[in-house]
């Protein structure tokens, strides 16, 4: 069992009898299925669809919502949700003295407050307030390998903010994105994208034995750019690019590069539904 402490991220308090309501209709995952104990990925989007802020959302244990997310963000979350509470009875407040403790692994130990990570469904992964002043020893690469491993990509680590859509960082897989719950913010471009299928970009797991101790986190195949890795943890790292031209360089043997680093296997995360284009082919071709 590993529990690591997460500074760089912090909890947003929600209130108010028009709280829940207000969230449900601007932000991209169901807050009605909702249930005790667990935190539940989501995003606020631009109107063009493209994720602005990705966080996970909780039940408050004292009533309520929680919201976790980046520590960098969570002022600029509140200043934008200002636009859409005009009269309602919401309230939101940042609580800059927490970060979030994560616990993972075999016998995983972890107090009452404590709420499942949904985005993990292939490792059990617990979250709780903590006490900025709380010290201990901290192995941060551990978490950051097991969100490779099971190819779950945070915003600004992974991605820029302002320029992905929800397909292309799995919120479509998590859970974080909810197609069936009526309009939000950005709702009419993503449901598109899901009814038409034209999602091409998505994570990725890349491994290379010399490691990915670069420069650059440009991904090149014959001098062409496809992808672009995220988080690297030795051997292993996050790759959200283009998995049709992904997928046409390996079958053709060119290799994908990062500086002067080779990528020698790209995997898809466990538990996704997207697969390789050619395998999504009919027989026929």
Not at 60 to 66: M, P, R
Not at 115 to 132: L, S
Not at 163 to 176: C, K, M, R, T, Y
Request: proline share 4%; charged share 25%; with cysteine.
């Amino acid at each position: 069992m590993q529990t690591v402490l997460l500074p760089d991220r912090t909890l947003i308090t929600v209130s108010g009898n028009d709280a829940e309501h207000l969230l449900q209709n601007v932000i991209t995952c169901d807050l009605d299925s909702l249930t005790d104990g667990s935190a539940r990925p989501g995003a606020l989007l631009t109107p063009q669809g493209k994720i602005l802020f990705d966080f996970l959302i909780a039940r408050s244990t004292s009533g309520g919502l929680t919201i976790d997310i980046s520590a960098d963000q969570a002022a600029a979350f509140i200043k934008r949700m200002m636009l859409y509470k005009l009269r309602s009875d919401m309230t939101l407040s940042a609580q800059n003295d927490m970060q979030v403790a994560v616990a993972f692994g075999e016998n995983v130990s972890y107090p009452d407050s404590a709420v499942r990570d949904e985005r993990f469904k292939a490792a059990t992964v617990y979250r709780w307030a903590a006490e900025r002043s709380d010290a201990q020893e901290n192995d941060r690469h551990q978490w950051d390998l097991l969100r490779i491993q099971h190819g779950i990509a945070e915003g600004g680590l992974d991605y820029p903010l302002g320029e992905a859509f929800p397909h292309d960082v799995s919120l479509d897989q998590n859970g974080g994105v909810d197609f069936k719950k009526g309009c939000y913010v950005g709702q009419e471009v993503v449901s598109r994208m899901q009814h038409r299928g034209t999602a091409r970009r998505r994570i990725m797991i890349a491994k290379s034995a010399q490691g990915f101790d670069t420069a650059t986190n440009e991904v090149l195949a014959n001098g062409k750019s496809v992808a672009n890795l995220g988080t690297k943890v030795g051997d292993r790292a996050l790759l959200l690019g283009r998995i049709d031209r992904v997928d046409d360089a390996i079958k053709e043997c060119t290799p994908l590069m990062v500086g002067d680093v080779a990528i020698d296997d790209v995997q898809l995360p466990p538990s996704v539904g997207y697969v390789w284009p050619v395998e999504a082919q009919s027989p026929d071709g």
